[in-house]
């Protein structure tokens, strides 16, 4: 039965590899993954003989030192066969690619075979593709656990969307006056975007003049006068070029606009009626 001496791994991916040593025990070999942090995460044996833990220990350390040195960025899974008492077979168990193009290993996978002048040759070779077969898909299977992440990650965000569009839908109402409803939508929003502050500005009459006025907000935001007419001029301006109206002033700022000191980012889109 397998024997798991630390939970190295995670769990799910030990009990695969457990699963694999036991296939492998019916060929009366001992089967061993070192963690890439030291201990010996799974053993299983075959029941022909016993392996020694320090030894299987040794080998899995080396073979993770010698991964460390190649820094191995993709094309065949490196194997190696290292022979004394026994005969041991080991592959490192990689991870996908981290952001400098390196695949860092999880762990090694170690066969021990037992005396290697009682062991085919034939049977040597069989082993050690099996034995690189399950590092492959064990590199698949890790990528295909981080792509169920993404897509985990994405529809929170979309349920998140979902969720603020039906608590807006459902709180417009006719007879809510426009500054409610949106001092809703800006509350909304606060909950699920991570900004500073958000705000909604109209067009107003001001003493005869058509300015725009903060007219709903939430969080820390501070808009005076000057700052309301550079926004509305220059969405103004985006919009008769048929541009994409939105600004951002880490983007636009370098290119056609001057902010002021105390506008770290400002990200601002028109609300457009039917008739402009």
Request: with cysteine.
């Amino acid at each position: 039965m397998p024997n798991i001496v630390a939970p190295a791994l995670a769990a799910s991916q030990r009990r695969e590899l457990e699963k694999f040593g036991e296939r492998l025990a019916h060929f009366g070999v001992n089967f061993a993954v070192v963690a890439a942090d030291g201990p010996i995460a799974v053993r299983v044996n075959g029941g022909r003989f016993e392996s020694d833990p320090d030894h299987l220990l040794e080998a899995g350390r080396y073979v993770l030192a010698r991964v460390a040195e190649q820094r191995y960025e993709g094309g065949e899974i490196p194997l190696w066969q290292l022979a004394d008492a026994s005969l041991l077979i080991g592959v490192p168990l990689l991870r996908p690619p981290v952001a400098t193009g390196y695949r860092d290993p999880a762990g090694v996978a170690l066969l021990d075979l037992g005396d290697p002048s009682v062991r085919p040759a034939g049977d040597v070779d069989y082993l050690q593709e099996i034995l690189r077969l399950l590092a492959q898909n064990f590199q698949a299977s890790l990528r295909t656990e981080e792509q169920i992440e993404t897509v985990g990650v994405e529809l929170a965000r979309v349920y998140e969307e979902l969720v603020l569009l039906h608590r807006i839908s459902t709180n417009m109402r006719v007879t809510e006056s426009d500054t409610n409803f949106l001092q809703l939508a800006c509350d909304s929003l606060t909950d699920i975007v991570l900004v500073e502050g958000i705000a909604v500005l109209l067009e107003r009459i001001v003493e005869g003049d058509r300015r725009l006025v903060v007219a709903a907000g939430s969080g820390l935001i501070d808009i005076d006068e000057a700052m309301a007419a550079a926004l509305h001029g220059r969405l103004t301006d985006e919009v008769a070029r048929g541009r994409e109206a939105l600004l951002d002033s880490e983007v636009d700022s370098p290119f056609r606009y001057d902010w002021p000191a105390s506008v770290r980012n400002i990200i601002a889109v028109p609300l457009c009626a039917n008739d402009k």
